[in-house]
């Protein structure tokens, strides 16, 4: 069983930074996947960025160039650093574990990220 628990997230004006965390707690499968998705308010889920065991990253298109993903195992941690915020960003943000990037198995609470113009 894992479980992830997300933190970092909050209320920025646009062009500002985040930067969020995602503790892992429980068994490390080491070959599983990593992702950040969000969901906002009467859209559907989407994924972010995703890091594999491997350290191969990949991005969505809006976020790229301002997003960058990154994972400290000694720490299980995971991170997403987020620059020059947009409002289209507001989202609730999710960790999740498993196969990225529709399989994900294990999925956190969430945390808001919010961006005024």
């Known amino acids: 069983q894992v479980q992830l628990v997300e933190s970092g997230g909050g209320s920025v004006q646009a062009g500002g930074s985040l930067r969020l965390s995602c503790a892992a707690f429980?068994?490390?499968?080491?070959?599983?996947?990593m992702g950040w998705f969000r969901q906002a308010p009467g859209k559907e889920r989407e994924g972010v960025a995703t890091?594999?065991?491997?350290?191969?990253?990949t991005y969505a298109d809006s976020v790229k160039g301002r997003f960058t993903i990154s994972q400290d195992n000694a720490k299980n941690t995971l991170y997403l650093q987020m620059n020059s915020l947009k409002p289209d960003d507001t989202a609730m943000y999710y960790c999740?574990?498993?196969?990225?990037?529709?399989?994900?198995?294990?999925w956190g609470q969430g945390t808001q990220v919010t961006v005024s113009s």
């Open positions: 999740a574990e498993g196969i990225c990037p529709s399989q994900m198995l294990w």
């Open positions: 429980g068994y490390k499968y080491s070959t599983y996947c």
């Open positions: 890091i594999d065991s491997d350290g191969i990253t």
